[in-house]
């Protein structure tokens, strides 16, 4: 259920709500809007009836049934959207927020060109994995810490924050360190017990839809960050598995508008991984703007015919500069900024 505090209500009549849930056995998680508060009442149903005598409180509006199954992530609990805060970086407000760097941290002078040039074509995040989700165990696997410190280091040289891929509980604690945001890869989208643990992180979380994940099941997915008190959350599409082989996956474009009817959380495309090949970044990275899409996740090599991974789908930076350029006028189109 969900309490919807009237606009007056003050802090302490809030926690008196937010206790009486409590005690009546339920999980309370405030979720404070610019003009009111709600309290979303978590656990079993059959005893709503007390909760929904909470309505006769004078500082609660009402008191209403939340019925999707995911909650916290609903935009029956919160009607406005999520704006997340990276260092000054604002994700899900009106200006398209842009990510930009190689698949795999490779070396310095690599990582600090290709930063370097994303940045002076107006990207507003880095991003690059130190840790990889290879389908192969003798692939390249990542320059693991050293890779970290080397995100660190030029995101602290280019002023570019950063995000990077943690693909295991144990090593939740060592990204959370580096990190200014932690990736969450589409091979683990319904990893639980990885979600769990970014879930008590208090870093934002970027959250992939898995390759055979329906909108549903990846909602529930941040659904689990949030329950343990991570409310930071990006959802990130990349594209699904379908028998189609023109194009690594099927990207689905219509995830950005279904999204934006059912949560609140912002949504970034990644049309690298969607496509899978760089001639189609352009265009895909166009579409998504158009569509409604929070942020863009673009992979750009200096050398993409040298990468450790994923060469064949990263934009040389004079492509990525040239795309910044044609997504300038798309995005004032849809009413945003760039
Ligand atoms: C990546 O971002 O390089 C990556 C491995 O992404 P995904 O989990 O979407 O395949
Ligand atoms: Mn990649």
Redesign the pocket.
């Known amino acids: 259920m969900i309490i919807v505090m009237k606009a007056e209500a003050t802090k302490q009549d809030v926690a008196d709500v937010e206790k009486r849930i409590i005690d009546f056995g339920y999980t309370a998680k405030v979720l404070s809007g610019q003009v009111r508060t709600v309290i979303a009442a978590l656990g079993d149903a059959r005893d709503k009836a007390r909760l929904q005598a909470l309505e006769s409180l004078h500082h609660v509006e009402s008191v209403m049934p939340i019925l999707k199954p995911y909650k916290l992530c609903s935009k029956e609990v919160k009607p406005e959207p999520t704006i997340i805060d990276v260092k000054g970086v604002k994700i899900g407000g009106n200006e398209i927020v842009v990510m930009a760097g190689p ?2 941290v490779e070396s310095e002078e690599q990582l600090m060109q290709t930063a370097t040039a994303v940045k002076a074509s107006g990207a507003h995040m880095l ?1 690059g ?1 130190a840790f ?2 290879r389908t192969s165990p003798y692939s390249f696997q990542g320059m693991e810490e050293e890779g970290l410190k080397l995100l660190r280091h030029v995101s602290d040289a280019t002023g570019l924050p950063f995000i990077t ?1 943690v693909m295991n509980p144990r090593e939740v604690d060592l990204v959370h360190e580096y990190a200014d945001i932690l ?1 969450i ?4 989208t319904q990893n639980f017990s990885l979600l769990k643990e970014v879930g008590k992180m208090d870093k934002p979380i970027l959250l ?1 839809r898995g390759l055979a994940t329906t909108i549903e099941e990846w909602l529930m997915s941040a659904e689990y960050i949030f329950s343990e008190g991570n409310h930071n959350v990006i959802l ?1 599409e ?2 699904i598995r379908t028998f189609e082989k023109a194009t690594r996956n099927t990207m689905d474009i219509s995830a950005a508008p279904v999204l934006k009817e059912l949560t609140h959380l912002p949504v970034v495309m ?1 049309p ?2 969607g496509v899978g090949y760089w001639q189609y970044v352009n265009a895909m990275s166009k579409a998504s703007v158009a569509a409604g899409a929070d942020g863009l ?1 673009i ?1 750009v090599h200096w050398k993409p015919e040298e990468a450790f ?2 060469g064949p789908q990263s934009l040389k930076p004079h492509k990525f500069d040239a795309l910044m350029k044609e997504l300038r006028p798309v995005a004032q189109a849809v009413g945003r900024t760039i």
């Open positions: 698949c795999s991003r994995g990889k989700p891929e990736q890869g589409a091979r683990n992939k990130c990349r594209g990644d690298s991984h996740i992979e991974s994923d």
